[in-house]
């Protein structure tokens, strides 16, 4: 049985497939190509989640050490800032709510003063990272 058919296609001399070897290039049922589709699909978004977490985590760690490390300069020498970053990259990690609420702190503390981060919504945003009452 041969694959293709010496049939010239519009006086170019080109040979045609014939069905059978058409049929060879078709998945043999529509539940293998879909088995398929759906593994290419999770294999793809593990490799972008993976990818994002990673930024995430990274993210996370430069805004803590920010935020605690600010605290310590503006309101206490002798704050625990290691202690802090454990506690608040720890939370970031385990809820997107706390991982957002640093995310919001870091943003707020950015290019602020001591005095302004007093008297800013900052206060607010930054206490339960810092788990201080007032920050």
């Excluded at 058919?5 to 290039?25: D, F, K, M």
């Amino acid at each position: 049985m041969t694959d293709w058919v010496s049939t010239p296609h519009a006086g170019r001399g080109r040979a045609e497939p014939t069905v059978q070897s058409r049929a060879r290039l078709r998945p043999k049922s529509r539940g293998s190509a879909r088995a398929a589709a759906a593994t290419v699909f999770v294999l793809g978004a593990l490799s972008v989640i993976g990818c994002r977490r990673k930024e995430e985590a990274e993210d996370n760690e430069q805004d803590c050490v920010e935020i605690c490390d600010r605290y310590s300069e503006c309101f206490d020498a002798n704050y625990n800032t290691a202690a802090c970053e454990r506690r608040c990259y720890d939370g970031a990690d385990r809820s997107l709510n706390y991982e957002f609420q640093v995310d919001r702190c870091a943003t707020c503390l950015t290019d602020l003063t001591c005095e302004l981060i007093e008297i800013t919504e900052c206060k607010e945003n930054c206490a339960v990272i810092t788990d201080e009452p007032l920050l």
